[in-house]
Antibody, heavy 120, light 108 residues
């Protein structure tokens, strides 16, 4: 089965670091980009950035550049999203998603999401 | 970046009715790179339409997309109870890809 499996919910304090994961299976992980999408509570979808696991080419939305780091380990078919110092405003659901076509960034495969809660 | 504005914000209709959702871009979207997603409460988004009018795998033909340039439409011909959800448009013709703010389709 083609799927993206995300790591579980996290509760963190402001200033802490965090790395969440997204494991792809059932397809050639190195042949498709993997994107991260934020959804703050009760709000819409925001594209954060994307990585091509084949060569680790990474692109960021200007809104998220410098705020997060996207990486991948192709040996275990896993992409990551990490923060070095969390803020309360990072509280959100984070989805990973795979484009339906390697060359076009619309997303036909989604993980179930990782809920990140940042609270003192 | 391209800003997508969806309207109306909320649409109240009854099962069996026709729904028309709009998405307007701040600048022309190249080569029809516009997609639509459905998101139900507590679930991940689901791709409905890509390339303005191509239905994704398994999407019923009551869903259709149209438009060009800066104005795009998602039409649901006859609403089923499971269609009441939030709908997002997304452009992928210009980097960064961007989403609209969503239209909530609710039961009247």
């Amino acid at each position: 089965e083609v799927q993206l499996v995300q790591s579980g919910a996290e509760v963190k304090k402001p200033g802490e670091s965090l790395k969440i994961s997204c494991k792809g299976s059932g397809y050639s992980f190195t042949s498709y980009w993997v994107a991260w999408v934020r959804q703050m509570p009760g709000k819409g979808l925001e594209w954060m950035g994307i990585i091509y696991p084949g060569d680790s080419d990474t692109r960021y939305s200007p809104s998220f550049q410098g705020q997060v780091t996207i990486s991948a380990d192709k040996s275990i078919s896993t992409a990551y999203l990490q923060w070095s110092s969390l803020k309360a405003s990072d509280t959100a659901m984070y989805y990973c998603a795979r484009p339906g076509d390697p060359d076009y960034w619309f997303f036909d495969l989604w993980g179930r999401g990782t809920l990140v809660t940042v609270s003192s | 970046e391209i800003v997508l504005t969806q309207f109306p914000g909320t649409l109240s209709l009854s099962p069996g009715e026709r729904a028309t959702l709009s998405c307007r871009a701040s600048q022309s979207i190249s080569t029809s790179y516009l997609a639509w997603y459905q998101q139900k409460s507590g679930q991940a988004p689901r791709l409905l339409i890509y390339g303005v009018s191509s239905r994704a795998t398994g999407i019923p033909d009551r869903f259709s997309g149209s438009g060009s340039g800066t104005d795009f439409t998602l039409t649901i011909s006859r609403l089923e109870p499971e269609d009441f959800a939030v709908y997002y448009c997304q452009q992928y013709g210009s980097s960064p890809p961007t989403f609209g703010q969503g239209t909530r389709l609710e039961i009247k």
